[in-house]
């Protein structure tokens, strides 16, 4: 509830939308070396954006939790996966 309540009143807020920055910066800083070590294992393309693979990545499990309210669970993980995966190696998550 507290991540609905600071997403939907970020718009209208400023120093929520700073939070909300702020937060989301903050877990993408720390997730990137793990995307940047799958590049260098070949496990994703060269040129693949972290910060756009990481939002693809978490973008379904996001409409879930905030939107719609559906479960998630493993397998909502796992088609995550397998959507972000088929987007870098399509190439539409390059950095620019």
């Known amino acids: 509830m507290l991540t609905t309540t600071v997403l939907s009143d970020a718009v209208r807020i400023p120093r929520l939308a700073a939070l909300k920055h702020a937060l989301f910066d903050d877990r993408f800083r720390r997730a990137e070396p793990v995307v940047t070590r799958a590049v260098e294992r070949g496990e994703l393309p060269a040129g693949t954006d ?4 990481l939002k ?5 499990v ?29 190439g539409v998550l390059d950095a620019p």
Do not use: H, I
Not at 50 to 53: S, V
Not at 64 to 89: H, I, K, N, Q
């Open 50 to 53: 972290p910060a756009e693979f």
């Open 56 to 60: 693809a990545l978490v973008a379904p």
């Open 62 to 90: 996001y409409f879930r939790l905030v939107f719609t309210g559906e479960p998630v669970d493993a397998s909502t993980a796992e088609r995550a996966v397998d959507v972000a995966l088929a987007a870098a190696r399509a």
